[in-house]
């Protein structure tokens, strides 16, 4: 079944390239579809064009297909183009004519619209709990590993004394920062398209500010035009959000890859957790971390992908809009996918103690060791020229460091301003 049939049938080559592969990626949003269908039926009740008996009647058999799309039974064969005219055809095969008019007074564009939105709505809300999840297990990590030191590296040469507290609490507090970015999508994306149709309206008296009630929706998109517009503006923002969650979590997997290596081997992970060589029975693969940093970055790139494909349409209503669907949603997916995985797997870190006083690490206090000057008098200058001739040397004595008291340092990790600033 075809939305748009006038009794003809297209060219089998273009129909298999057009349909791409709509028929599995639909099913993530078949019951936003659904839910979006039973507020137009309700609207159309309204102001009447379908009776209260034809409602109850539409209602109940989209309730009933509801139930199967959240208990995973519905499927969408494939002589249905997507999402879309499958449940068109299971209320028009039930109720006859009563079926028929579901379509009426929206289109094909703004019906998935609306599906969308409803989806990017509900799994921004979801990728934000997980993120809340991550953010507290690093903190209680933070908490735990405070007092454990760890080499600081500039240039991936030996630099200053950092600790397990700061590194586990850097990225928490960066979470921060890509929660501010997934709420500002959220409210982009909380806005309600249903009743803009094709993008010019309709002629019908509907009642859009219903249907913005029934769907929960904060708000609507006024103006048609700007509704169909949105498409592909919802997409980049969310991507961009998307990959600001996967750059920090990619970074932190880089360090977790290069800490585990024996020549740093600050970190290891239980057995279970690591994967092994085909050939060297030694090896203890930190696989899944790779995994995660380069799920990330992939998704990192679908900004790009959702520029180029929208950033010179005009307006109106293009079939570009299409390849958005695949990729957008894969990375919803894969995002939450890989927040379960690294909050799984990061609570399960084991810190080693590091050693400072070894040979490679010589020179990591020697800004304290300047610092301790100006503390006795010496300007800063002249301080660090000291220093800087007993490296020069071979004549420096490592000091035992002093104490980092300011906030957002070593001894003063400042964990509960962070939590403060965590987006209520």
């Known amino acids: 079944m075809k939305l748009w049939d006038k009794g003809f049938s297209i060219d089998k080559k273009i129909e298999e390239f057009t349909v791409g592969n709509d028929r599995v990626i639909d099913l993530h949003i078949a019951k936003y579809d659904i839910k979006a269908s039973i507020a137009h039926a309700e609207m159309l009740n309204s102001i009447g064009i379908l009776t209260d008996s034809e409602f109850k009647a539409l209602q109940k058999e989209l309730n009933n297909l509801l139930d199967e799309a959240n208990n995973h039974r519905l499927t969408i064969e494939d002589s249905f183009e997507d999402i879309h ?3 068109e055809y299971e209320l028009t095969l039930k109720l006859g004519e009563t079926g028929k008019k579901i379509h ?3 289109s094909r564009n703004d019906q998935v619209l609306v599906a969308l939105q409803l989806y990017y709505m509900d799994n921004i809300n979801i990728i934000n709990k997980k993120v809340k999840t991550l953010f507290d297990t690093l903190l209680d990590l933070s908490v735990i590993h405070k007092d ?3 080499p600081g590296y500039t240039h991936l040469q030996v630099a ?11 990225y928490a507090e960066l979470l921060i920062d890509d929660v501010h970015l997934l709420n500002a999508v959220l409210a982009i994306v909380d806005q309600n398209p249903l009743g803009s149709a094709a993008g010019y309206g309709s002629s019908f008296p509907i009642d859009r500010e219903l249907t913005t009630k029934s769907l929960k929706f904060s708000t609507l998109k006024f103006n048609v035009v700007a509704a169909q517009l949105s498409r592909g503006k919802s997409e980049r923002s969310l991507a961009m959000a998307l990959g600001s969650v996967c750059n920090t979590i990619s970074r932190f997997a880089m360090d977790i890859c290069l800490y585990m290596s024996q020549n740093f081997n600050f970190i290891s992970f239980p057995d279970e957790l690591t994967t092994g060589s085909s050939i060297m029975p030694h090896k203890k693969n930190p696989d899944v971390f790779e995994l995660i940093r380069g799920k990330c970055n992939k998704i990192q790139a679908l900004y790009s992908e959702m520029l180029l494909l929208t950033n010179n349409l005009p307006s109106g209503y293009h079939r570009d809009y299409q390849l958005l669907k695949e990729n957008m949603i894969d990375a919803i997916e894969t995002t939450k996918d890989v927040l379960d995985i690294f909050e799984y797997s990061i609570k399960q870190i084991i810190v080693n103690d590091i050693d400072l006083t070894d040979e490679k690490y010589k020179y990591i206090f020697t800004v304290d060791s300047i610092n301790n000057l100006i503390i006795d008098g010496m300007s800063f200058r002249d301080a660090y020229k000291n220093i800087g001739e ?4 071979g004549t420096y004595q490592q000091d035992a460091g002093r104490a980092h008291t300011h906030l957002g340092s070593i001894h003063n990790l400042g964990l509960e301003k962070i939590k403060e600033k965590y987006p209520k």
């Open 104 to 106: 009426t007074a929206r």
């Open 160 to 170: 200053m004394p950092s600790s397990f507290g700061l590194w586990f609490s850097a």
């Open 85 to 87: 005219s499958k449940i």
């Open 148 to 150: 454990k030191l760890l």
């Open 390 to 393: 007993k490296v020069q040397s």
